[in-house]
């Protein structure tokens, strides 16, 4: 993997062990003033405008970011940050929410992604399709056409490999042999829920799966909030 520097991905993969998504804080200074500066802030403390309580400088305590990339990659995930060509270009463009300038959106530091597919050459063309876990019949039903149509069509499918309507537009993308990707709020490692394990199998023989949070970490309600931004 080409692009970004293998110190800043260090870094970020130690901040995205120390630091729990969004990250609002951490996410501006990183724009502000760079990986490194941001890096050497936290560690330091004292700044309780960027770290209240000084919790992210005792997480990033000991963690070693080159180990966590090298158990990544023998996990088959590898991590994307914004300089390298396969981030997706969308997201440094989702500061501010459509027509609501007040209200800012924190990029990711960092996707771990499993999978051969490209993420840049899938994002651009993909439909985002997400939905309620007690879906009815009649949702499901729906959404999983609504899967089939746009990737039928040459859209990838994008959603959160829930039970209900998540899990019937990956169904409905991968019944017409299409593209689709799972955004999850655990690490990519995992099989969230374990009743689709076999469903996040087969979204690897086409598409990827894909997670902000490093591999080993478990769902939470928080984590699932900030998935879906």
């Known amino acids: 993997m080409t692009g970004c520097p293998?110190?800043?991905?260090?870094?970020?993969?130690?901040?995205?062990?120390?630091?729990?998504?969004?990250?609002e804080r951490v996410a501006r200074h990183l724009i502000d003033h760079g990986i490194e500066a941001t890096l050497d802030a936290l560690r330091e403390g004292g700044d309780e405008e960027l770290d209240p309580g000084g919790r992210v400088r005792r997480r990033l305590a000991g963690v070693?970011?080159?180990g966590v990339l090298a158990s990544a990659s023998a996990l088959g995930i590898r991590h994307v940050c914004p300089a390298d060509a396969e981030w997706p270009v969308a997201l440094d463009q989702m500061l501010f929410l459509p027509g609501q300038s007040d209200k800012w959106v924190a990029p990711p530091i960092g996707l771990w992604v499993r999978?051969?597919?490209?993420l840049a050459a899938i994002a651009p063309r993909s439909v985002a399709v997400v939905g309620a876990r007690a879906a009815?019949?009649?949702g499901?039903?729906?959404?999983?056409?609504?899967?089939a149509d746009l990737s039928s069509r040459g859209w990838a499918?994008?959603?959160g490999a829930a039970y209900g309507i998540d899990g019937a537009a990956h169904r409905g993308a991968l019944a017409v042999g299409g593209t689709t990707v799972a955004v999850l709020a655990c690490g990519a490692d995992?099989?969230?829920?374990?009743?689709?394990t076999e469903l996040l199998r087969r979204i690897l023989d086409s598409g990827l799966i894909v997670s902000e949070?490093?591999?080993?970490?478990v769902p939470s309600r928080p984590r699932f909030i900030a998935r879906n931004r």
């Open 190 to 196: 995992l099989a969230y829920p374990r009743g689709h």
């Open 213 to 217: 949070l490093p591999p080993g970490t």
């Open 157 to 159: 499918v994008v959603s």
């Open 136 to 138: 009815t019949d009649y």
């Open 115 to 118: 999978g051969d597919a490209d």
């Open 140 to 147: 499901r039903r729906i959404a999983t056409e609504l899967g």
């Open 64 to 66: 070693d970011g080159a």
């Open 6 to 23: 293998d110190h800043e991905r260090v870094a970020r993969a130690a901040l995205a062990v120390a630091v729990e998504p969004p990250g």
